[in-house]
């Protein structure tokens, strides 16, 4: 079955700093990936996917994440925090059996930025 | 383009009622899914429709269930709601070619059961 875990609930960086939000997944074939965004009270946005087309995939407003077969991750990263990053980060595996569109999330780590 | 769109964006109903949920996917996007996030039970899977077809369902009792019409439109039912029903609502949509696994999510309805 497919899956994702976040590693950490909550993570809190200083405004500049890098982020590392942590994702490991379990699937029985080349999984797709993704990085969800939630600011308070909205709905998701897409940050970047993983498709096997390249393993360091560049995303939206800095953000990238290199997904690792050998270790089974797909962690997030960006160079320098912004305040504006301050929401809740998902994790997703598309469960691509029976040629369906389900998406599978992990349970979310709330990023903190401070100044 | 104009984004997935949800209607209401927020609802207020009592035990044992019932409530139709509205969502309007991306021009062009046949498939829609609907997904249940609280708290407690973070993001789950509630059901996808393409070509108004029901393709998969998750683990949700029978009072949950939805309908896609001819444009693509979707909505979904609760019937005899419960305490527990309470829980933001989110639909995405995706379109079946190239980049199908891709999922645009709209606002959300927030549901309020009391």
């Known amino acids: 079955a497919q899956s994702v875990t976040q590693l950490d609930s909550h993570v809190s960086v200083s405004e500049g700093t890098p982020v590392l939000l942590r994702c490991n997944y379990s699937s029985s074939y080349s999984p797709s990936l993704f990085w969800y965004v939630q600011h308070p009270n909205k709905g998701l946005q897409l940050l970047l996917k993983?498709?096997?087309?390249?393993?360091l995939v560049k995303g939206i407003n800095g953000f990238e994440a290199e997904f690792k077969k050998s270790e089974t991750s797909f962690h997030l990263t960006k160079p320098s925090a912004h305040m504006s990053d301050a929401a809740e980060y998902f994790c997703v595996v598309s469960d691509r059996r029976d040629n369906t569109d389900k998406l599978i999330f992990g349970t979310g780590t709330r990023l903190q930025v401070f100044p | 383009k104009a984004g997935v769109t949800q209607t209401p964006r927020y609802l207020i109903k009592t035990r044992g009622q019932q409530v139709t949920l509205s969502c309007s996917p991306i021009?062009?996007?046949?498939?829609v899914s609907w997904y249940q996030q609280t708290p407690g039970q973070g993001l789950q899977f509630l059901f996808e429709y393409f070509s108004e077809t029901q393709r998969n369902k998750g683990n949700f009792p029978g009072r949950f269930s939805g309908r896609q019409f001819s444009n693509s439109r979707s909505e979904m039912n609760v019937s005899t709601l419960e305490l527990g029903d309470s829980a933001l609502y989110l639909c995405?949509?995706?379109?079946?070619?190239?980049?199908?696994?891709?999922?645009?999510f709209g606002p959300g309805t927030r549901l309020l059961v009391l």
């Open positions: 021009s062009g996007h046949r498939s």
């Open positions: 995405a949509s995706s379109t079946r070619g190239q980049d199908q696994e891709t999922q645009y």
């Open positions: 993983y498709t096997s087309a390249a393993t």
